[in-house]
T-cell receptor, first 112, second 114 residues
Framework: DAGVIQSPRHEVTEMGQEVTLRCKPISGHDYLFWYRQTMMRGLELLIYFNNNVPIDDSGMPEDRFSAKMPNASFSTLKIQPSEPRDSAVYFC??????????FGQGTRLTVV | DQQVKQNSPSLSVQEGRISILNCDYTNSMFDYFLWYKKYPAEGPTFLISISSIKDKNEDGRFTVFLNKSAKHLSLHIVPSQPGDSAVYFCAASGRRDSSYKLIFGSGTRLLVRP
């Protein structure tokens, strides 16, 4: 398996634009997590899914953020409209029920 | 509120010596703990874990110790190698309440000097 795949690796966008981050989890994993890493807050959990169903989205900072998992092999994190303070590295991770989470390489988002 | 805390942002150790990274947690429902290692421009990679039914788990040069009464865990790396230089995150989850989300600490940057 190629591991968790995220795209794009880097995204630079202008304030106000819509941004969509994509993630392909490891096949067979039934948990998917979206994390955001910043200098100030470290690695913070935004939302996680179990069997494609959102379980806990309490970490989503604002209504501008939304996440979907239409099937077991794909998830998106969307920011609309984007703001400069959204600039961060966004990680997707997946896991089995009783196992460690495997992370993708992340998407570095810069909003100017 | 920070449920998982790593109070040392950085640590510098001589090659061959022991590195000890510490982590504290506040949520008594946490029963599974992990350490991750992160290099620049890469995602965190899993290193070692421990369940709350144990107080020690060892894997090669890496040992994790868990003190439940103190709500404290530590990662020992012996002997430390320059390639161990990275940011180390501890993480915790509470499986007993069916919460599988991992809560991370803020990380400790380890530098192993040759």
């Amino acid at each position: 398996d190629a591991g968790v795949i995220q795209s794009p690796r880097h995204e630079v966008t202008e304030m106000g634009q819509e941004v969509t981050l994509r993630c392909k989890p490891i096949s067979g994993h039934d948990y998917l997590f979206w994390y955001r890493q910043t200098m100030m807050r470290g690695l913070e959990l935004l939302i996680y899914f179990n069997n494609n169903v959102p379980i806990d989205d309490s970490g989503m900072p604002e209504d501008r953020f939304s996440a979907k998992m239409p099937n077991a092999s794909f998830s998106t994190l969307k920011i609309q409209p984007s703001e400069p303070r959204d600039s961060a590295v966004y990680f997707c991770a997946s896991s089995l029920e009783f196992g460690e989470a495997f992370f993708g390489q992340g998407t570095r988002l810069t909003v100017v | 509120d920070q449920q998982v805390k790593q109070n040392s942002p950085s640590l510098s150790v001589q090659e061959g010596r022991i590195s000890i990274l510490n982590c504290d947690y506040t949520n008594s429902m946490f029963d599974y703990f992990l350490w991750y290692k992160k290099y620049p421009a890469e995602g965190p990679t899993f290193l070692i874990s421990i369940s709350s039914i144990k107080d020690k788990n060892e894997d090669g040069r890496f040992t994790v110790f868990l003190n439940k009464s103190a709500k404290h865990l530590s990662l020992h790396i012996v002997p430390s190698q320059p390639g161990d230089s990275a940011v180390y995150f501890c993480a915790a989850s509470g499986r007993r309440d069916s919460s599988y989300k991992l809560i991370f600490g803020s990380g400790t940057r380890l530098l192993v000097r040759p």
